[in-house]
């Protein structure tokens, strides 16, 4: 495959400005249970190249199935038809960058498509029976995934680097209903649970059938629970929730493509200027964002980006005032950066690299643990988890909703509420942060489906974050 890939840069070379080709070989396996019974078996292989090409500062771009040498030759061909049929471009060079060399694996201690079917759905159905203990759930849902990919890349500058990535990880949720009222509760998180790149000894460290009883309780108390009051009160964000405000009102918000107005007619745009790195206030002073490639365990991290920059940590945010951009070497030259951030990524072989986020982390404080956070604050609300949420397209007016959310009264965690919500802007949420615990309680969570490109790409992500404290914060109708 190096020879191959090698070659065709040898034949691009002499017709493009620039060529580059990915390799990718993707084994995907999920299962799940719903209410005792197997829901879901469903393992996948594929395998490809896409061959990218820039001609007069236009791209094309080209795929094909399998790993057959006239293939992917007739993939050159058509990417180089697409980019000399392009208007000329006349814009910035690419951004500079060494060329990517050398071989990268992450960590694995026990490859999950090794264990046997067997013992996976094992733990599937102790996850199931504990969650069916509680009176008064009525569904019941327990999954696993594993995700491995293999890709080599190689480019008319030279590169030629390979990498090996394996995720994997999964979760539970309960659902309680009365009436036209209906609760869940999901651990460690909604929207996929707790992924990493990881092998299997993630997925059993959840311990999942330990909290199971747990967090069906919870959805039952639910539908007696309260309803959140609406009003402006103190709020602590942790874990998901966290994780999402970070990615849904930061991570989106800084990618260049969008600030630059390239993702207008699909995802949306951004509040953010081209110009704002320096000057533009995005939080207050306890707020550092950070875009890391490099983070243990993340969903974004990898040695290469897709177009074979180096990934390194980026500062985003620092003390509340933007820093820079996730960027490609495109977007970089255009608005005068050194360098890329390293953040295209591309979903599979048949789809060209975009600006997508890696790992972007709210940095941890100096306000201790989440015990200490909530006996520092006299009055307000806990959301862990998240349930649902809204932005627009200029990611700078947001709503979000939790599956539950705790009281704090006088320092104490108190009663269970149902239905939190939360809504707020972008840069006054994040300017009314006053405290972010200490790095013993930074922890990732993973999302597994940002979606983001035309025609469409699915993006896995993590977001490192410690509790966060926000002040006089719209929760429920205004």
């Known amino acids: ?20 080709a990915r390799f990718v070989r993707t084994r995907a396996e999920r299962l799940s249970t719903r209410n005792g019974g197997l829901d879901r078996l469903d393992s996948h292989e594929s395998e490809g190249i896409g061959v990218r090409v820039r001609i007069g500062g236009a791209w094309g771009f080209a795929a ?21 049929a392009q208007p000329a471009a006349i814009g910035a060079a690419l951004a500079p960058e060494p060329p990517a060399r050398g071989s ?20 599937l159905w102790a996850i199931d029976k504990e969650l069916r203990t509680e009176p008064g759930v009525n569904l019941t849902l327990a999954h696993f995934q594993a995700l491995g990919v293999e890709k080599l890349f190689a480019s008319t500058e ?25 609760q869940i509760r999901s651990y ?29 309780s919870e959805a039952v108390a639910l539908l007696r629970a309260p309803a959140c009051p609406p009003g402006r009160t103190t709020l602590i964000l942790a874990g998901e929730q966290l994780g999402l405000q970070v990615h849904e009102s930061v991570g989106h918000a800084v ?30 002073e306890l ?69 997508r986020m890696t790992n972007v982390n709210l940095e941890p404080g100096e306000a201790g643990t989440l015990d200490d956070l909530i006996a520092d604050t006299k009055d307000g609300l806990l959301i862990a988890t998240n349930r649902s949420w809204s932005i627009d397209n200029r990611r700078l007016h947001f709503q979000f909703e939790g599956e539950a959310a705790w009281e704090i009264e006088n320092g104490r965690r108190g009663r269970l509420l149902r239905n939190p919500s939360y809504a707020g802007l972008t840069p006054e949420f994040w300017a009314s942060c006053d405290a972010v615990c200490s ?23 993590s977001h490192g974050s410690a509790p966060a404290r926000f002040r006089n914060v719209q929760v429920g109708l205004a």
């Open 255 to 284: 990618e260049l493509d969008r600030v630059l107005g390239r993702e207008a007619s699909y995802a949306g745009t951004s509040f953010v200027p081209p110009d704002g790195i320096g000057s533009l206030r995005f939080g207050s």
């Open 287 to 355: 707020v550092s964002v950070t875009a890391d490639a490099t983070t243990g365990g993340g969903l974004g991290t990898y040695r290469w980006d897709d177009e074979g920059v180096e990934g390194r940590p980026v500062p985003i945010v620092g003390q509340g005032v933007l820093t820079g951009f996730l960027s490609s070497r495109e977007t970089a030259a255009e608005i005068g950066l050194e360098r890329s951030s390293g953040c295209m990524r591309a979903e599979g072989f048949a789809r060209q690299p975009i600006v």
């Open 188 to 216: 460690p998180a909604s929207h996929g649970g707790s992924v990493a790149q990881a092998g299997y000894e993630h997925f059993l460290g959840l311990d999942l059938p330990g909290a199971a009883s747990r967090l069906s």
């Open 439 to 461: 790095k013993s309680d930074w922890e990732l969570i993973s999302l597994l489906d940002c979606g983001k490109g035309e025609p469409g790409q699915v993006m896995r992500v």
């Open 1 to 20: 495959m190096q020879d191959l890939l090698q070659n065709l840069m040898d034949s691009a070379s002499r017709r493009a400005e620039y060529a580059d």
């Open 104 to 123: 990268w694996e992450s960590p694995v201690r026990r490859d999950p498509f090794a264990v046997p079917l067997e013992d996976k759905l094992a733990v």
């Open 64 to 84: 094909a199935r399998g790993t057959s040498r006239r293939d992917a030759e007739a993939a050159l061909d058509r990417a180089l038809a697409l980019g000399a």
């Open 158 to 182: 030279g590169a030629l680097c390979e990498q090996r990535t394996t995720e994997c990880g999964g979760g539970m949720a309960a659902v309680a209903v009365a009436g036209d009222e209906s």
